[in-house]
């Protein structure tokens, strides 16, 4: 066989060798599940901020699964997911189980009439998500919220809405790693 | 492009059902969730449980970074003393004479003191030791409540109610306990109240949490409000809960009704904080039963949105 005659992206492309690799479904299943799981965690890092200053990360990489891999994340995912982050974030319990499955709905609602979207759609889409889920959240938190609240949820949105171009390329990081080519065949 | 969506398969009978589901399902955990945010509105210990357990396995994750960010805190402050250690040296030298003589003067008032209250056959109160020291491991950042978690629970002894003090000041209250972590209801959360009085006299007011992580020092007597920025708060006894005299807040800026101010204990630079007893367990019984009258029952109040998790 000769060398030159083969195209190079025959034996290899960015998810590594194609030569006796194939993806592991272990990988290409877990890890948008675990990095999401992950991010619930995110009370546990070293921020007190006094007012919520944090964005919702673990939300920011639902939404980014949804963008980057549509269909991949199944339209429940906010069910399990969300009973997770709620038993770290503080809110009610119950509070994201809803929140994230409306959000999915809408989603999966925005998708099918714009069907034709490309990164600027999608994160107006997000913009209007977080928009939407941080207040609902301010309102279901538990405590007597008054119009007051608002002037200070409003860094957290506008980090929130910053973030989401980041999270949204980590997401699209995560899922190269999640297709890479590690099982041995044959 | 348009994306591989599973809605966009026509030919596939299976995916066209699978879709639907996945719908159907989404539309009930919505309703689930709102059912389930109903029951913890309204009863907000029901999951304690399952919250303690989650806790008591990721509590241990917070440590590093609960090392780090008190670490963190002090990296500044350790750079700038370079700059500063000649003037710094000679100001220290000259507090420490002056201290010096303080410290004869106060021995002196102390002894006196001691003989006052043995003249009157006053009873020292003693010092309440903590029931455990712990760390400080997260805090809710995202959400507008203010918790913290910490590393010990209820097989250290900790029970839901007893006060969290750091080196500094009040931190707040234990809401709920798992094994080995609990949550912790910060000062600043906005369901928070606790009854102080100013420092230097007995100008009794409540400290409660404001959304913008300080605190509003509500006057009980309105009237000419006599505090002024810089007044120091610290917790009054009353409703039983916290022992009299530890430092809650210092006030920043007066209001018709009191103050606003802010925690003097900053949960960011708290790293370790001592959990102590419920101070007078009777009277703080009494007060949430509403049989003391005035300050005691609106302590109450503050005391039993949180109590019925107790």
């Given amino acids: ?186 | 492009m348009a994306p591989p969506s599973i809605r966009r398969s026509s030919s596939s009978r299976k995916a066209r059902l699978s879709a639907f589901t996945g719908y159907v399902i989404a539309g009930l955990a919505a309703l689930l969730g709102a059912a389930l945010l109903i029951v913890s509105l309204f009863q907000p210990a029901a999951f304690s449980g399952l919250r303690g357990a989650a806790r008591d396995v990721a509590a241990p994750a917070g440590e590093p970074g609960a090392i780090a960010r008190s670490g963190g805190q002090d990296l500044f402050a350790w750079i700038g003393g370079y700059f500063q250690a000649g003037s710094q040296n000679d100001r220290l030298r000259r507090e420490l004479d002056a201290a010096r003589i303080k410290l004869v003067e106060m021995q002196a008032v102390e002894a006196e003191n001691r003989r006052l209250k043995a003249l009157l056959d006053f009873e020292a109160e003693e010092e309440q030791a903590p029931v455990a020291t712990t760390r400080m491991v997260g805090a809710t950042a995202s959400s507008i409540r203010r918790f913290a978690f910490v590393d010990a629970g209820s097989s250290d002894g900790i029970a839901a109610g007893m006060p969290v003090a750091s080196a500094s000041g009040l931190v707040g209250r234990i809401l709920e306990t798992g094994r080995h972590s609990a949550r912790v209801l910060l000062l600043n959360d906005m369901e928070s109240l606790v009854p102080v009085r100013r420092l230097e006299d007995d100008v009794v007011a409540f400290a409660e949490g404001r959304a913008d992580g300080g605190l509003r020092i509500r006057l009980v007597n309105l009237g000419i409000n006599p505090l002024k920025p810089g007044d120091l708060f610290v917790t009054s006894g009353a409703g039983g809960l916290f022992r009299p005299g530890i430092p809650v807040a210092v006030a920043d800026e007066i209001t018709a009704d009191g103050a606003l101010g802010h925690m003097l204990s900053n949960p960011a630079a708290t790293d370790f904080v001592a959990i102590m007893p419920v101070w007078n367990p009777a009277l703080h019984d009494a007060a949430t039963a509403g049989a003391l009258p005035e300050a005691a029952a609106e302590e109450a109040d503050g005391v039993s949105a949180e109590a019925g998790e107790e």
């Fill in chain 1, 1 to 186: 066989m000769i060398e030159g005659d083969l195209n190079p992206s025959a034996r290899r492309d960015v998810f590594g060798s194609k030569i006796n690799r194939t993806h592991s479904p272990i990988l290409a299943i877990a890890i948008p599940w675990a990095s999401v799981l992950l991010a619930s965690l995110s009370p546990f890092l070293p921020f007190f901020p006094g007012f919520p200053l944090v964005p919702p990360i673990a939300l920011l990489m639902l939404l980014g699964w949804r963008f980057v891999r549509p269909g991949l994340m199944p339209s429940w995912a906010g069910l399990p997911l969300g009973a997770f982050d709620d038993l770290f974030s503080g809110q009610p319990f119950g509070s994201a189980i809803m929140l994230w499955s409306l959000a999915m709905l809408a989603l999966d609602a925005v998708e099918a009439r714009f069907p034709w979207r490309g990164f600027w759609q999608d994160w107006l889409a997000a913009i209007a998500v977080l928009t939407v889920y941080i207040f609902a959240a301010a309102l279901f938190s538990g405590a007597h919220a008054d119009p007051s609240v608002i002037p200070w949820l409003l860094p957290q949105l506008l980090l929130s809405i910053m973030l989401f171009p980041i999270v949204a390329r980590i997401v699209a990081r995560l899922d190269r790693l999640r297709l890479r080519r590690i099982r041995r065949i044959g």
